[in-house]
């Protein structure tokens, strides 16, 4: 149980170009997903916070008409990466909360999208 | 600022041997979960420990939690090649909002 699927799980594309990334709860609903960004041998950095129903909550520093988010319903969040550039280029991994559980219960990842922006 | 700060960076080690990774954090927190990362995966949830545990289980895992001290240690006994991977711990942000704060991660090379 308890499955979270990204897609894609890589991505290559064109500098200037936007790249949608899916986040879905498989078996269980999710009224919270979290976005976050990874560098190469760095930890995870939560870029914002995905609510069902509502406008994402974005950290600072994340852009949001750069990093747009919707959270269409209780299994599924995406986030848009708009007129992409090489800086970009990052792994993206999202994690779900179960609504059964708590706020400060176990997240459940994805398994990350490599975006490569050229 | 980043909460989790975690020693050692690195751990290599022969497998059969344990391994020990530990976490500090700055404020007070209701609870403690550790994560493990494959090269280019996701994340994957080990054990959570809430304040008033002091010592959790799970298999080969073994997690202490010391508040008073602030930290915590993951304990891999009897280690194994698969085990090889990232490992973070995570203290929940102030404010009951769910969101997570990673340590830096300790990366574990256990060599057959």
């Known amino acids: 149980g308890a499955v979270v699927s990204q897609h894609p799980s890589r991505v290559i594309c064109k500098s200037g170009t936007s790249v949608k990334i899916e986040c879905r709860s498989l078996?269980?609903?999710?009224?919270?997903m979290f976005w976050y960004r990874q560098f190469p041998k760095q930890s995870l950095m939560l870029m914002a916070t995905?609510?069902?129903?509502?406008?994402?909550?974005?950290e600072q520093g994340v852009e949001k008409d750069k990093f747009l988010i919707n959270h269409a319903s209780l299994t599924l969040s995406t986030l848009t990466v708009t007129s992409a550039h090489p800086e970009d280029s990052s792994f993206y991994i999202c994690?779900?909360?179960?609504?059964?559980?708590?706020?400060?219960?176990?997240?459940?990842f994805g398994p990350g999208t490599r975006l490569l922006v050229l | 600022s980043q909460q989790g700060e975690e020693d050692p960076q690195a751990l290599s080690i022969q497998e059969g041997e344990n391994a020990t990774m530990n976490c500090s954090y700055k404020?007070?927190?209701?609870?403690l979960q550790w994560y493990r990362q494959n090269s280019g995966r996701g994340l994957v949830h080990l054990i959570l420990?809430?304040?008033?545990?002091r010592e959790k289980h799970s298999g080969r895992l073994r997690v202490t939690l010391d508040t008073s001290k602030k930290s915590s240690s993951l304990l891999i006994t009897a280690s194994r090649a698969a085990d090889t991977a990232s490992y973070f711990c995570?203290?929940?942000?102030?404010?009951?909002?769910?969101?997570?704060?990673f340590g830096q991660g300790t990366t574990l090379q256990v060599k057959p």
């Open positions: 995905s609510n069902e129903g509502s406008k994402a909550t974005y």
């Open positions: 078996d269980f609903q999710a009224t919270t």
């Open positions: 404020t007070s927190i209701n609870n």
């Open positions: 420990i809430r304040s008033n545990e």
């Open positions: 994690s779900a909360v179960s609504i059964t559980s708590g706020p400060q219960e176990t997240q459940y």
């Open positions: 995570a203290t929940p942000r102030a404010g009951n909002t769910g969101k997570l704060i």
